[in-house]
């Protein structure tokens, strides 16, 4: 029988068979898989463990100091490094949303490779892959795979030389939270939505630019932490805004406005391989509209989307 308690005390010994007394490092995304896996690994090793957390300006409001703060909290020996601007430039100019990922992707293995290089001995990656993530690269014809390329940190090992270290390799998503639980991680971290990799950068349509980013952050914000208020937030498998490329006619007081128009979603899942988008009661939708055009401004106008997957996708590029 499996039980979280039993699979911690092997996943540690396992893990300090394997690395020696050599030592690990890892990049670290703020979400529920990469979290679970350094905590695990740092309870083998301890702070052999160097755990990278960037950021890419393009996280969620507040994101990069309350992941870091969370990370403390557990005890995780962690480097966050800001290169918002490093991306930002990069992101210039791009509208294509594969493109988005390859530059994102590409800048993100330069930051790591860059801090890594300060590092001496490492001989290990450590990486939060799970399940359905051996099955889904394996399988050539996986919608995700062949419909949008899910950058991770794919390329990396064989580069750096590195061997892995992935202890959640043979679990389920709901098996991986157990285990969290186990190890006595803060709740809000392990009931985390997913979050993908490339960030706001693909829930901006269009070029991504630090102040349309400021923009959904602030909009996004409001939006998530009503869904918390109201208890619909764990009734979702993911929920986020984005910020569409198109201005509308609006009105406020006596003036006369033109400005962006948000789209929000949420969506009800077992795996995100199909989705339902999820009946959020109208009088939540009526003052979430209401809270996000008043305290944000350069908004003026909410949409919902009523899409399910398929044929629509989760994330909107
Ligand atoms: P879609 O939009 O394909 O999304 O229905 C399914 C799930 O995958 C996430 N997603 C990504 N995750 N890098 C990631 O790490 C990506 O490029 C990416 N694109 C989509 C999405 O948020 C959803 O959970």
Do not use: C
């Not at 083998?44 to 990278?52: P, Y």
């Not at 892959?129 to 795979?145: L, R």
């Amino acid at each position: 029988d499996w039980t979280p308690n039993a699979f911690v005390h092997e996943a540690i010994e396992a893990i300090k068979q394997q690395v020696g007394d050599g030592q690990v490092i890892m990049a670290l995304s703020g979400g529920v898989d990469s979290t679970v896996a350094a905590t695990l690994i740092s309870r083998a090793i301890g702070d052999r463990l160097h755990g990278i957390f960037v950021d890419n300006g393009v996280l969620r409001k507040n994101e990069f100091q309350q992941v870091l703060d969370t990370y403390k909290e557990i005890g995780l020996n962690v480097r966050g490094v800001d290169r918002k601007q490093l991306f930002y430039d990069a992101l210039k100019d791009k509208v294509d949303p594969e493109e988005k990922r390859k530059a994102i992707g590409k800048l993100f293995i330069d930051v790591f490779q860059q801090e890594a290089s300060d590092l001496t001995n490492i001989s290990f990656l450590g990486q939060g892959t799970i399940y359905p993530d051996v099955i889904e690269s394996v399988s050539v014809h996986g919608p995700s795979a062949t419909i949008k390329s899910h950058h991770n940190v794919g390329g990396l090992p064989e580069k750096m030389h590195l061997k892995l270290i992935e202890p959640l390799k043979y679990l389920f998503k709901d098996e991986v939270r157990k285990v969290g639980l186990e190890l006595e991680i803060p709740h809000d971290q392990l009931f985390r939505h997913p979050f993908p990799g490339p960030g706001l950068a693909i829930r901006i349509l269009g070029e991504v630019t630090a102040e349309k980013v400021k923009l959904l952050q602030d909009a996004d914000d409001i939006y998530v932490r009503a869904l918390k208020e109201n208890k619909l937030y764990s009734s979702i498998w993911q929920a986020g805004s984005i910020l569409l490329p198109i201005k509308s006619v609006g009105v406020m007081g006596d003036e006369r406005t033109y400005e962006h128009t948000l789209a929000l979603r949420a969506v009800t899942s077992v795996d995100g391989m199909t989705a339902d988008w999820a009946h959020l009661p109208y009088d939540f939708l009526a003052h979430i509209s209401n809270e996000i055009i008043n305290n944000v401004r350069g908004i003026n106008r909410v949409v919902y989307d009523i899409s399910s997957k398929p044929p629509a996708t989760i994330e909107w590029e």
